[in-house]
């Protein structure tokens, strides 16, 4: 009888603690979410996130109000995110830049696993190895022997120190034992039009980015960075196509919350960005900005968050990259 009455009493507080996530869940949303993008208005993180945010708001029925917090290369935001109440009414779309700041920045004022949990990945952006017409590379063996001829001398651009355009590069030098010259810029924009320019030699660009410059002629694609060929451009080869064993970069998206978010909650947005993705209209709208939708369940997110800090993490020590 004791043991049974044990049972019942252990039963009786499971029950008693889940009844706060339930109510949770049934009550969610319960007023306007502040939906953070931690970068300036008007880039991919933006467009995106302000599609995801429309979509997000039909979908609960609850007003999504976009927050850009732009500054510290989306640490700012990001913080704010990580500090907010944990009920499921602050939202954050965030980038590569979430896994690769965690080593980037020195004194980062929050812990990325500890701190925040992530929904679900909710695109993909291929990036593309352009050169300018002109350029005697016609294939990215024949860039790298370039490279190798002129240990050090090879220009590439970049849209900053740190930036994914940076890193990308970094991690074919580490692949493929080439040493290059970089030139950071001010966004990709500078550096493509320098590019266009012949002033410097290659860029690994997002697809969006070097899109229009690509239509016009203006630059030649080498190579796409991912494991599969990008839907996008089709007929170019990948980076493991050209030689580069293992090479796969992605240009990500991902829907975040505070790590302590009720499971219930999480698992509502996630059914959401679920719908979502299978969305044509927002599968054109994506595809407008060269960013393939995506979804994942939120431990898959996790792990893949988790896979990225480690992988960029060695690519900055070994460049020596700080954030400017």
């Not at 039963?11 to 993008?37: G, N």
């Not at 997000?56 to 995110?81: F, K, Y």
């Not at 990945?121 to 002109?134: A, F, K, L």
Request: with cysteine; proline share 7%.
């Amino acid at each position: 009888m004791k043991t049974f009455s044990l049972a019942l009493l252990s039963l009786a507080c499971m029950l008693v603690a889940s009844w706060p996530l339930q109510a949770a869940a049934q009550t969610y949303p319960s007023r306007p979410i502040r939906f953070i993008v931690p970068f300036p208005p008007g880039g991919g993180n933006d467009i995106v996130g302000r599609v995801i945010a429309q979509k997000l708001s039909e979908g609960l029925g609850q007003t999504v109000v976009v927050d850009n917090r732009g500054g510290a290369g989306g640490t700012l935001g990001t913080d704010m995110t990580a500090k907010a109440p944990a009920d499921g009414h602050t939202l954050l779309i965030n980038n590569i830049s979430l896994a690769v700041n965690a080593t980037l920045v020195p004194k980062l004022p929050y812990d990325t696993l500890r701190d925040l949990a992530p929904v679900s990945i909710i695109g993909r952006q291929p990036n593309i190895v352009v050169v300018h017409p002109g350029s005697k590379a016609k294939s990215v063996k024949e860039l790298l022997d370039l490279a190798r001829a002129r240990p050090g001398a090879m220009n590439y651009g970049s849209g900053g120190i740190g930036t994914a355009s940076h890193l990308a590069t970094e991690l074919l030098q580490l692949s493929t034992g080439t040493r290059m010259n970089h030139i950071p810029y001010k966004g990709l924009g500078p550096a493509l039009l320098d590019l266009v320019g012949g002033r410097i030699e290659f860029i690994i660009s997002t697809t969006a980015s070097a899109l229009p410059q690509l239509k016009a002629g203006k630059l030649r694609p080498l190579a796409a960075t991912t494991v599969k060929r990008s839907k996008f451009f089709p007929e170019v080869p990948t980076m493991i196509e050209s030689g580069i064993a293992g090479y796969d970069f992605t240009t990500w998206y991902a829907l975040v919350v505070p790590a302590a978010t009720p499971q219930p909650v999480v698992a509502r947005l996630n059914r959401e960005l679920a719908t979502i993705a299978g969305n044509a209209v927002v599968n054109e709208q994506f595809d407008a900005q060269g960013i393939e939708t995506a979804h994942t369940s939120s431990s898959e997110a996790r792990a893949y968050l988790a896979t990225e800090i480690e992988k960029w993490g060695k690519v900055i020590r070994a460049s020596g990259a700080k954030a400017e």
